[in-house]
């Protein structure tokens, strides 16, 4: 077809020899295809506007709220009542299971330690009070190798091992 008689569909632009054999058409796109893409534009700049400049929300503000939700409906215990918690037979008998999970391997089974210190002597390093064992465990003591299990474990369960150390070694 020549320009006369109308648009002419199919036509190859020739630009095959710069683009490794790949030809390329001149046809126009369809018009539902043109609304939908122009739709969407004038839909994304009014919910731009909308979210930013009318409701006055952001992603940082929407994430606080929804932490503090979380915080007041899954409250975290501070390690003074993890401490306080874990003065029952129960929690000492879960203290010497993680224990034996997480602490064999330096401290030996029976705590007389091995790669890490004894825990069964009178005499502490780091000080052998309940707080102390506890302080310990959560920070760890990384320039001799041992982890900080705090972020690890969690108050909770660091003060379940913590009460199975003081209560079955030689704490103070």
């Not at 796109?29 to 009318?54: D, R």
């Not at 705590?111 to 780091?126: C, F, K, S, V």
């Amino acid at each position: 077809m020549s320009a006369k008689n109308g648009p002419q569909h199919d036509r190859v632009l020739g630009h095959a020899d710069e683009c490794d054999g790949i030809e390329e058409y001149d046809n126009k796109l369809p018009t539902w295809w043109l609304g939908l893409f122009y739709l969407s534009i004038i839909v994304g700049v009014g919910y731009g506007i909308s979210y930013h400049f009318i409701e006055k929300t952001s992603q940082a503000a929407l994430y606080d709220a929804e932490m503090a939700a979380a915080e007041a409906r899954w409250p975290t215990p501070s390690a003074d009542d993890a401490l306080a918690a874990a003065a029952n037979p129960e929690s000492i008998a879960a203290g010497k299971e993680i224990y034996a999970t997480n602490c064999v391997g330096c401290h030996a089974p029976d705590l007389t330690g091995g790669i890490g210190p004894n825990l069964t002597d009178a005499e502490w390093i780091h000080g052998g009070t309940l707080a102390d064992i506890n302080r310990v465990i959560t920070e760890g003591v990384p320039e001799k190798g041992m982890l900080t299990w705090g972020p690890i474990l969690g108050p909770q369960k660091v003060a379940q091992v913590a009460a199975y150390i003081h209560g079955a070694g030689g704490g103070q």
